[in-house]
T-cell receptor
Framework: ETGVTQSPTHLIKTRGQQVTLRCSSQ?????VSWYQQALGQGPQFIFQ???????GRGNFPPRFSGLQFPNYSSELNVNALELDDSALYLC???????????FGPGTRLLVL | GQNIDQPTEMTATEGAIVQINCTYQ??????LFWYQQHAGEAPTFLSY????GLEEKGRFSSFLSRSKGYSYLLLKELQMKDSASYLC?????????FGAGTTVTVRA
């Protein structure tokens, strides 16, 4: 157990809908990163949040957005869902200046 | 760009040793991680190499050669519970770039 929690665990949506995924970081960690993992692939970096601001973004369109709150928890929002957005969404928390990222259990999103 | 390569699958016998290789070509490098991921679960941290050489942690060891862009994860005394995907990841500016993972199957 890493102490990183995510909700919900599973979600089914239809194309065009919007979704919000939530992540609570491990105690003492102030940085949250989000990753998308398609079946049979490694996780792909979406973005990272530090001190409530986006700190780096991967190759994902603007309909992927996020927030970080004062307690360091975070949300990932995806608008106008597409079939290809079906994946496992992982969040990872870390402490600034320490490289190791610890992953939560993930949210499995299915878009129909 | 980021290019991280590792074999897709490996099979080994319980009690044996398996070595998973990872080669990388990345635009920056702050270190290399190995994570273990069981099916349907989150990746769990195994090792982190910043400097060249071998890091040993129990049954698992990880090696890094920065000049060659090469790392390996060595799993000794394989157990059935070691059947999982093993992910090689390079960190640069706090961002992890992952390979596609190597699925290791341990047979009795």
């Amino acid at each position: 157990e890493t102490g990183v929690t995510q909700s919900p665990t599973h979600l089914i949506k239809t194309r065009g809908q919007q979704v919000t995924l939530r992540c609570s970081s491990q105690s003492g960690h102030n940085t949250v990163s989000w990753y998308q993992q398609a079946l049979g692939q490694g996780p792909q970096f979406i973005f990272q949040y530090y001190r409530e601001e986006e700190n780096g973004r991967g190759n994902f369109p603007p309909r992927f957005s996020g927030l970080q709150f004062p307690n360091y928890s975070s949300e990932l929002n995806v608008n106008a869902l597409e079939l290809d957005d079906s994946a496992l969404y992982l969040c990872a928390s870390s402490s600034r200046g320490r490289e190791t990222q610890y992953f939560g259990p993930g949210t499995r999103l299915l878009v129909l | 760009g980021q290019n991280i390569d590792q074999p897709t699958e490996m099979t080994a016998t319980e009690g044996a040793i398996v070595q998973i290789n990872c080669t990388y070509q990345t635009s920056g490098f702050n270190g290399l991680f190995w994570y273990q991921q069981h099916a349907g679960e989150a990746p769990t941290f195994l090792s982190y190499n910043v400097l060249d050489g071998l890091e040993e942690k129990g049954r698992f060891s990880s090696f890094l050669s920065r000049s060659k862009g090469y790392s390996y994860l060595l799993l000794k005394e394989l157990q059935m519970k070691d059947s999982a995907s093993y992910l090689c990841a390079v960190i640069n500016d706090y961002k992890l770039s992952f390979g596609a993972g190597t699925t290791v199957t341990v047979r009795a």
